[in-house]
């Protein structure tokens, strides 16, 4: 029998009831931050949703800076393991936006200080150059294609968010984003798509692709006749 002394009361009956679970894989853009200015986890979409609707598990799997290989990679240990009823994908800025340097580049400069110190002045001044004759970007089209069809193969009911649309002064800073955006999204809008192209300048954080506060309520509001539609 049960310790009443201890309080040992709970039985298997009173065991909470099993909540179906919606999986949310984003890169940097679905996590709360404190710059370039303040977001709180509260005012994220995640935090709505989970707020909205407590009969479904919201499990959050994120990597800032990461391109859609490895947020594929790291899902892996959900593969099989927790039979999601749906994924909401939110990447593709990090793939498509245009680069002065390759990722190996950057990444060797980075850990050498003194080519950190020489060259950081001149890749920051020669940038928007570099980036129109180069023409880097971190992940092709064709292979961004690849990797969607691997995440729905991995997972089933998957919803990719658009990614969110370039602005004036973000298409000043990097030449042909605007263009890079189009032509990702439309690779995206060949499966459940919902579009972002509600938001505009005002829903963006200085940096011009994190949503500030009434950005993330947008995608929200964008989000739940999806989650509604899981009840029906």
């Known amino acids: 029998m049960p310790n009443a002394e201890l309080g040992n009361t709970r039985t298997p009956s009173a065991m909470p009831p099993f909540r179906r679970r919606i999986l949310i894989v ?121 990797h969607v069809d691997q995440f729905e193969k991995r997972f089933g009911n998957v919803i990719w968010l658009g990614i969110v649309p370039s602005t004036p002064e973000w298409e000043e800073r990097v030449t042909g984003i605007g263009r890079q955006i189009d032509l990702f999204n439309a690779i995206l809008a060949t499966h459940k798509f919902i579009p972002t192209d509600n938001l505009v300048a005002q829903d963006m954080m200085s940096d011009h692709h994190h949503p500030n506060t009434s950005g993330h309520r947008k995608i929200f509001e964008r989000l739940e006749a999806t989650v509604d539609a899981l009840q029906s």
Do not use: W
């Not at 931050?33 to 959050?60: G, N, S, V």
């Not at 936006?97 to 003194?114: D, G, M, S």
């Open 26 to 146: 984003t890169d940097s853009l679905g996590f709360p931050r404190h710059e370039p200015e303040m977001l709180r986890y509260e005012d994220t979409y995640i935090a709505l949703l989970k707020a909205k609707y407590p009969q479904y598990d919201f499990i959050h799997q994120g990597y800032g800076g990461a391109t859609i290989r490895e947020l594929l990679q790291h899902t892996a240990y959900f593969d099989q393991t927790l039979n999601p009823a749906l994924v909401i994908m939110q990447c593709g800025v990090v793939d498509c936006a245009p680069r002065a340097l390759t990722r190996i580049e950057h990444h060797v400069i980075a850990n050498l200080p003194f080519l950190k110190r020489l060259l950081v002045p001149l890749v920051k001044r020669y940038s928007p150059l570099l980036r129109r004759v180069r023409k880097i970007t971190y992940t092709s089209p064709e292979d961004f294609a690849v």
